[in-house]
């Protein structure tokens, strides 16, 4: 297993990992198989999408913030990002992605983002190659 670190910004913000995963893939020298990528934190997801109009990123964070407002007076959670938890149970902790010719297979304007949700923080993407 590897882990990948990354340092986020902002509360919110979408980091484009796809380049570290593939870094990854080449350092392992699997050629033929899967690459699963878990975020191992509560309030930080995996999620694949656009990678070519930043405004997506944008707007997909709005969008979740309009759905999940950072306050909410019925929240009962003590540490106060009870936002930031539904944010990731949306997203989902882990993404798969094929390999083949030790290359990830994604789609033309596809992108793998670590999502934060309650940043700035340091945080851990476990990535694990399996040869199939
Ligand atoms: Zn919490």
């Known amino acids: 297993m590897n882990t990948i670190q990354v340092r986020t910004s902002s509360r919110d913000e979408m980091m484009d ?4 995963v593939q870094q990854a893939v080449e350092e392992s020298g699997v050629q033929e198989g899967i690459v699963y990528i878990m975020s191992a934190h ?30 909410d007076p019925k929240d009962r959670h003590m540490e106060g990002n009870t936002a930031a938890h539904l944010k990731t149970s949306t997203t989902g902790a882990s993404q798969v992605v094929i390999i083949s010719g030790g290359r990830l297979v994604l789609g033309t304007w596809q992108g793998i983002y670590f999502c934060e949700f309650d940043g700035p923080r340091s945080r851990n993407v476990h990535v694990k190659i399996l040869h199939g």
Do not use: F, S
């Not at 990992?17 to 570290?20: P, Q, S, V």
């Not at 707007?59 to 306050?71: G, I, K, N, S, T």
């Open 17 to 20: 990992i796809t380049r570290k």
């Open 42 to 71: 509560t309030t930080a997801g995996i999620t694949i999408n656009e990678n070519a109009d930043p405004d997506v990123k944008t707007d997909m964070l709005q969008r979740l913030a309009d759905v999940y407002p950072w306050e």
